[in-house]
Nanobody, 124 residues
Framework: QVQLVESGGDSVQAGGSLRLSCTASGSILAVDAMGWYRHTPRNPVGEREIVAHITTGGFRNYADAVRGRFTISRGNAKNTIYLQMNELKPEDSGSYYC???????????????WGQGTQVTVSP
């Protein structure tokens, strides 16, 4: 089993910044990548949209809505990633989750049950 712990969420005003952290622990075998997802009020219940992912080789990919504002990175500790979020907008508000990923073709697929997530609230 793998445990996913996210932190760093907060309430900020539009234009502000936050840095989210994620640590995965447990019985982790080799994975293709790690990534950040979010659930916002625009998503159906239980559906998360991928925000950014980073491969073991360091290749980064971003959703169009966040490209240029968010940066995903790996920590020095194994299975740790961060999400630096700048120029936050109210539509970025939601619960943010991380996961270990594998790729089915070019599509990242989350491997493990979700953690508790961390809440981001951006006020106008």
């Amino acid at each position: 089993q793998v445990q996913l712990v996210e932190s760093g969420g907060d309430s900020v005003q539009a234009g502000g910044s936050l840095r989210l952290s994620c640590t995965a622990s447990g019985s982790i075998l080799a994975v293709d990548a790690m990534g950040w997802y979010r659930h916002t009020p625009r998503n159906p219940v239980g559906e998360r949209e991928i925000v950014a992912h980073i491969t073991t080789g360091g290749f980064r990919n971003y959703a169009d809505a966040v490209r240029g504002r968010f940066t995903i990175s790996r920590g020095n500790a194994k299975n740790t990633i961060y999400l630096q979020m700048n120029e936050l907008k109210p539509e970025d508000s939601g619960s943010y989750y991380c996961n270990l990923l594998e790729y089915e073709g070019a599509t990242p697929v989350a491997l493990w049950p979700w953690g508790q997530g961390t809440q981001v609230t951006v006020s106008p």
